[in-house]
């Protein structure tokens, strides 16, 4: 059975940093997308960040634009994604949902989520 699971969520002041840490288990993520939403409350969830295997040990990743320059995505394994959250804002408070799938776009898992909050 496919899990993941977020950890590294916390409160944190404006301007600091937080790494968020995505453990997946039940088959080799190695050539799957891999990927960081968002959800604000009374907000839909947004895209934050993927990452994807294009060869050999290379991975390619993609931002969305809010967060590009203040957050880099990572593996640190192949089951194990990582979200390095600097610059945070109070706007960036939201739960924060791991995903994998066969590709960018398509995430057939999904964790259940690390609080995020950025005290002004």
């Known amino acids: 059975q496919v899990q993941l699971v977020e950890s590294g969520g916390g409160l944190v002041q404006t301007g600091g940093s937080l790494r968020l840490s995505c453990a997946a288990a039940?088959?080799?993520?190695?050539?799957?997308?891999m990927g960081w939403f968002r959800q604000a409350p009374g907000k839909e969830r947004e895209f934050v960040a993927a990452?994807?295997?294009?060869?050999?040990?290379?991975?390619?990743a993609d931002y969305v634009d809010f967060v590009k320059g203040r957050f880099t995505i990572s593996r640190a394994n192949a089951n194990t994604l990582l979200l390095q959250m600097n610059s945070l804002k109070p706007e960036d408070t939201a739960v924060y949902y791991c995903?994998?799938?066969?590709?960018?776009?398509?995430?057939?898992?999904w964790g259940q989520g690390t609080q995020v909050t950025v005290s002004s």
């Open positions: 995903a994998a799938g066969e590709a960018l776009g398509k995430y057939d898992y």
């Open positions: 990452t994807r295997w294009i060869g050999r040990s290379t991975y390619y």
């Open positions: 039940g088959r080799t993520f190695s050539t799957y997308a």
